[in-house]
């Protein structure tokens, strides 16, 4: 099978079987080459449907996909979303989205008593029905072009975060933690009910799917994260939060783990402890930009978990491949053209051997 804007489609998604199997030589490489030396096309961000309208969108997504070889493990692909709590959405609460602060959305809490509360998937509601019409135009413009990433689910405790309030929540989880244990029980019912409609209406068993970091798999990934976990210490984590991502990631054929700051770095050793989490990706994020994290990179590596890179300097990148083990590294990396790219992927094969 081809895709109009990767005609390599079936051989890089061989390539990516391999990674996840462990049987790859060098490290993931994933490079978007600008065509004709073009000036750079942005791709519209997740939210610009939103007030933009999804034809719109999709011309500008067409557009960006012309302009550019994917060359190497690169996988186009176009993500959109609601913003941050879309999950929450799809469980009743109400997002808002702030004129003039389009970047991101947020819910408001609506639990007050967790035995008033039933959690469940809304499937009338707005917000599961806005991303019904906005997937069905999606896939007629991009199907056979590139692949489509639904909203990522922020689930477990980011999800009841959303719906109770981020402090009502804490004091939950000490006051009575068995409502939360079944709450969170609740909410993986839900996910494992969302992601299984994403999978059925966007193909994965043909296609595939791609995750926002552009991870690819040959079948459903499933790309997770627990922001609250910066609020609570590891013994909570493992109480709470563990169980609901063991949980997230069991049915599909990789979980990927949105691991978002420093404070979260703490998890480490709990998050490379379940089972199916075949990769961390780790973001810095504010106050953490200019430390160096190769050591956190080595840990998850030493567990057997992929890691994520963005290494622009092609000398370094080659280096890093002649002297370290890079095959559970996930490179993210730019050229000035096509040829420029697949040279580099030449050379490193050659030193991957």
């Known amino acids: 099978m081809k895709l109009e804007f990767k005609p390599d489609f079936a051989a ?5 079987d391999a990674y996840w199997k462990g049987e790859n030589k060098r490290p993931i490489i994933k490079i978007m080459a600008p065509k004709n030396n073009g000036d750079p096309i942005e791709k519209p961000r997740w939210h610009r449907h939103v007030f933009e309208g999804i034809e719109a969108v999709m011309n500008q997504v067409l557009t960006w996909g012309a302009a550019y070889d994917f060359v190497g493990e690169y996988m186009p692909f176009y993500w959109f979303s609601y913003g941050p709590d879309t999950f929450a959405g799809y469980l009743g609460a109400e997002l808002r989205f702030q004129p003039g602060f389009d970047n991101t959305s947020w819910s408001i809490p609506f639990v007050k008593d967790w035995d008033d509360t039933g959690i469940k998937f809304h499937r009338e509601g707005e917000w599961w029905q806005k991303t019904l019409e906005t997937m069905s135009v999606m896939k007629k413009t991009l199907d056979g072009k590139m692949l489509i990433t ?3 689910l922020s689930a477990n405790l980011d999800a009841l975060a959303a719906i109770r309030g981020i402090e009502n929540l804490l004091l939950d989880m000490v006051e009575q933690p068995d409502k939360i244990k079944r709450a969170l029980s609740a909410v993986c019912d839900v996910y494992d009910e969302i992601s299984g409609e994403f999978a059925k209406m966007l193909e994965y068993e ?28 590891p013994d909570m984590f493992k109480e709470f939060a563990v169980p609901a991502l063991e949980r997230e990631v069991a049915s599909g054929v990789a979980g990927i783990y949105h691991l978002d700051g ?19 990706l780790f973001v810095s994020g504010a106050g953490g930009e200019n430390t160096d994290w190769t050591w956190l990179r080595e840990k998850i590596d030493g567990q057997g978990r992929g890691h994520w890179w963005t290494i622009n300097d092609h000398e370094e990148l080659k280096r890093l ?27 490193i094969d050659k030193i991957c051997g």
């Not at 420093?262 to 961390?280: F, N, Q, S, T, W």
């Open 262 to 280: 420093p404070g979260a770095v703490k998890h480490i050793d709990a998050l490379c402890g379940i089972d199916k989490m075949r990769a961390i």
């Open 12 to 16: 890089t998604a061989g390539r990516w």
């Open 150 to 152: 639904p909203p990522d």
């Open 321 to 347: 491949c002649r002297e370290t083990d890079m095959r559970r590294a996930i490179v993210t990396t730019d050229a000035a053209s096509k040829t420029e790219a697949e040279c580099l992927i030449a050379d």
């Open 206 to 233: 043909k296609y595939g799917s791609a995750v926002l970091e552009g991870t690819y798999a040959s079948g459903r990934q499933d790309r997770v994260q627990c922001d609250m976990s910066c609020m609570i210490s």
